[in-house]
């Protein structure tokens, strides 16, 4: 699969994303999305996930797969500091 199918969750309003994920499976015709989000936006990528499968495209598409992880980075004061990942996966039913 391609990262062109990967939807990064951030601040952007909560419609833009489920309006992403709509479009890669009806104009770009993918057949597989995946939400990727972390720390404070996780809950967010599952609610995402959610609208965009069970009021948007009920029927058309379901979580395949979901991976959760954790990453570890330096923040600004130079602390290395551990945050939470998800990637939920739509696909298309068959």
Known sequence: MS????????????MNYVTAVVMQFTTKD??????????????RAVDIAEVASKRFLDGKVEVSNIKIDSEEF?????????VSTI????????
């Open 3 to 14: 990262s062109d199918n990967s939807i990064f969750v951030g601040n952007k309003a909560f």
């Open 30 to 43: 993918a057949e597989e999305v995946v939400i990727k989000a972390r720390g404070k936006f996780i809950s």
């Open 74 to 82: 330096e923040n600004k004061e130079g602390k290395q500091v551990r």
């Open 87 to 94: 990637e939920i996966t739509l696909k298309k039913k068959e």
